[in-house]
């Protein structure tokens, strides 16, 4: 699915040669170690200061960014929640790619699969941390892109509600057969719910293991 070649990111990264391949794929590492500039460089937030990266074979260089983050959609550890209700934060990025609008129905849906049991017209600002969390990963499994890329996405969450949602994220994902790259702090997460486990120390590869 990806593949770095020699790729370089400043002094933060030195990857001469990764694979992630499709499925869940969880990258561990301690705070610092370059994870989430990794998950950047996956969704072209930035580029590499060096090297290629290729998705499904492409360079992403000759790919267009716009076009990319809508097959390759990554939810940041403070997603963004725009003013408006709950129904308006999770329908928005619809509207913005002209995409159907789906009925409340649907809406109530993914809201019962991000365990958030709120009303859509109730305002996106009352709610509290971990909420305004799982509302923006209820925005992104409504966009429906060929991958996840999750930093952090249960770091508001108690460690129930976290197991819940990472359970969730990851059977949806090969139900409907897409691929995640989740950075998270827990490595007993990772060890439960990955394809593939990837360590980075220092801006690189300490270790790997699939299972």
Do not use: C, W
């Amino acid at each position: 699915m990806f593949q770095f070649t020699q790729v370089k990111y400043k002094d933060i990264i030195d990857l001469p040669d990764l694979l992630i391949n499709r499925g869940i794929t969880i990258l561990v590492g301690v705070s610092g170690s370059g994870k989430t500039t990794i998950l950047k460089m996956l969704n072209k937030m930035i580029s590499p200061t060096q090297g290629n990266i290729f998705y499904n074979g492409i360079d992403m260089k000759q790919i267009n960014s716009v076009e990319h983050r809508r097959k390759v959609m990554m939810l940041s550890q403070n997603p963004a929640i725009f003013e408006g209700t709950i129904r308006e934060n999770l329908i928005i990025a619809l509207k913005f790619q002209e995409k159907a609008i789906p009925a409340d129905e649907k809406l109530y849906e993914i809201l019962e699969q991000v365990q958030l049991k709120k009303e859509l017209d109730i305002p996106a600002a009352n709610l509290s941390g971990g909420e305004k969390q799982r509302l923006a990963l209820g925005r992104v499994l409504l966009l429906d892109p060929d991958v996840y890329l999750f930093d952090e996405p249960s770091s508001a969450l108690d460690d129930n509600t976290e197991d819940i949602i990472i359970q969730m994220l990851t059977e949806h994902a090969k139900r409907v057969d897409k691929s995640i790259v989740m950075v998270t702090h827990s490595k007993a997460v990772a060890e439960k719910y990955a394809d593939e486990v990837i360590e980075i120390s220092e801006g690189k590869i300490l270790h790997r293991r699939a299972k």
